[in-house]
């Protein structure tokens, strides 16, 4: 039998793995606590845990998992900035869902866009309160603008495509620029100077930490828009405010914030933020933050737990080989089995 403890578990989690569930075969442990140095012991006894993007994975989770007889890290999203995987290699296997919606991700940058310079987020208190005044919703056309992309993974391409369709001009950053495209690749910092909106679509990095920083947002034009869901961190916030209180940027969304891990998911109305600069930026008139939603679809969320559970599956029914297993040795060291199409290790 398997069994598997959910960190983080929400009532839509529950909703879409549920259905896994197999008294006897494969057993689920949900738990509503986040998966941190003190929760790790609550998982001993169980073959696998899932765990979500604000969960920690640290050295000393993994090594408090692997004593407590833990073989494999599910990762119930893609990205995977929150797991060492480095001090995992040799312990416990980590396996992510590479995809399970790009268009939910892109379709959400694009909602976010859409309200913001429309003022749909205005117009629609105002109009609940009977108040139809036209008053500073003054937006702009998105035909002719030029939109910065960077990252042309999957969720960039069909932001592009979205873009594309409102007849905006794209350009693009990307570490390892597609060679098949038509995008027209930029250096960053043209990128920066040319776009009259900016979304980022790459992964957290060393390198990609706080890419939006004070000298960055300096290049960019006055009235730019910034889009971000991807990882909070790609952006330096304390520069981000300053840049919106200088009015160089002239709007800003954010489903990420880089200190979301314990202020995101929950309800918190009721209570007062202990986090000044988040609080600081949801005042402002030209700042929307949504909670780390866009993955948020159904057709999402039945993506994810279907490649959650063939990942577990296929890892404790097939020696150990998982094809989405996140090894830091594949792709840096020819030596990796998993290359041979073996198991890492
Ligand atoms: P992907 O792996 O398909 O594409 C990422 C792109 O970023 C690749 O083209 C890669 O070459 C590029 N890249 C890598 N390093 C770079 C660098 N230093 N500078 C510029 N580009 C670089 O990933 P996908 O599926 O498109 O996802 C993108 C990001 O979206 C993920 O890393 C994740 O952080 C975020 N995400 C957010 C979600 C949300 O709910 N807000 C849900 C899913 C993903």
Not at 277 to 282: E, G, K, P, Q
């Amino acid at each position: 039998m398997i069994k598997v403890a959910f960190f983080d578990t929400k009532e839509y989690d529950k909703a879409s793995f549920e259905r896994y569930e197999k008294p006897g075969d494969v057993e689920f442990k949900f738990l509503e606590t986040k998966l941190t140095e003190d929760t790790a012991e609550l998982a001993n006894g169980c073959d696998a845990v899932c765990v979500f993007v604000n969960d920690t994975v640290n050295g000393t989770v993994i090594d408090k998992l692997y004593a407590g007889g833990t073989k494999m890290i599910a990762l119930r999203c893609a990205g995977y900035n929150n797991v060492d995987v480095e001090h995992a290699y040799g312990k416990i296997h980590v396996a992510h869902v590479p995809a399970y919606s790009p268009y939910a991700v892109a379709e959400h940058t694009a909602a976010l866009l859409l309200t913001s310079i429309r003022r749909i987020h205005k117009a629609y208190n105002r109009t609940r309160d009977f108040n139809f005044s036209l008053s500073g919703l003054t937006g702009f056309d998105l035909n002719g603008k030029t939109v910065g992309v960077v990252g042309t993974g999957k969720i960039g391409r069909i932001f592009i495509n979205i873009c594309r369709g409102f007849g905006m001009n794209v350009i693009a950053y990307d570490a390892f620029p597609a060679k098949d495209s038509d995008i027209e690749y930029v250096s960053l910092v043209e990128l920066f100077e040319r776009s009259d909106i900016i979304s980022l679509h790459c992964p957290l990095t060393g390198e990609t930490r706080h890419m939006i920083n004070a000298e960055a947002i300096e290049k960019m034009k006055k009235g730019v828009v910034i889009l971000n869901t991807s990882r909070g961190a790609l952006i330096d916030a304390e520069a981000l405010l300053a840049g919106i209180k200088a009015r160089k940027v002239g709007a800003a969304c954010l489903d990420v914030y880089e200190e979301e891990a314990d202020i995101f998911f929950e309800d918190r109305s009721g209570h007062i933020l202990n986090d000044e600069l988040l609080s600081r930026l949801i005042s402002m008139p030209n700042v929307i933050v949504t909670s780390h939603q866009a993955f948020l679809t159904e057709e999402a969320l039945n993506n994810i737990a279907e490649t959650t559970m063939k990942n577990i599956g296929s890892f404790f029914e097939n020696d150990g080989i998982c094809d989405n297993e996140l090894c830091y040795r594949c792709g840096h060291i020819e030596s990796c089995k998993k290359t041979r199409k073996e198991r890492c290790f």
